[in-house]
């Protein structure tokens, strides 16, 4: 098996409203600004970066309504591309798993 996880921490920057898939699943999706200071090849680097996470599925959705623009979180989940017509997988989601 394949392995797929991330762990990234950040600031809520935008929430969406919820939508419901035609099977009736609950999505919501926000952007995550994060920034860090990271070592790569011994050298300090500041690492910024923005990043669609979606929230499927009525298990997280009580705690996504509490959050608002500001919050800072972690999010554990998967990287998948963002829609089906993006065959080539450029543009990345975070489906997200667990948020803290």
Same mark, same amino acid.
């Given at each position: 098996?394949? #392995?797929?996880?991330?762990?990234?921490? !950040?600031?809520?920057?935008?929430?969406?409203?919820?939508?419901?898939? /035609? !099977?009736?699943? /609950?999505?919501?999706?926000?952007?995550?600004? *994060?920034?860090?200071?990271?070592?790569?090849?011994?050298? /300090?680097?500041?690492?910024?970066?923005?990043?669609?996470?979606?929230?499927? !599925? #009525?298990?997280?959705?009580?705690?996504?309504?509490?959050?608002?623009? !500001? #919050?800072?979180?972690?999010?554990?989940?998967?990287?998948?591309? #963002?829609?089906?017509?993006?065959?080539?997988?450029?543009?990345?989601?975070?489906?997200?798993? *667990?948020?803290?």
């Amino acid at each position: 098996m394949e #392995s797929n996880q991330l762990v990234i921490s !950040g600031v809520v920057l935008e929430l969406k409203g919820l939508r419901v898939t /035609p !099977g009736g699943v /609950p999505i919501r999706t926000l952007m995550l600004e *994060h920034r860090s200071r990271q070592v790569e090849v011994g050298v /300090p680097r500041e690492v910024f970066c923005r990043v669609r996470v979606e929230i499927r !599925g #009525s298990e997280l959705q009580s705690l996504v309504e509490s959050l608002q623009v !500001g #919050s800072r979180i972690t999010v554990t989940g998967f990287i998948a591309r #963002s829609g089906y017509k993006d065959e080539d997988g450029i543009q990345l989601n975070l489906h997200a798993q *667990h948020i803290e």
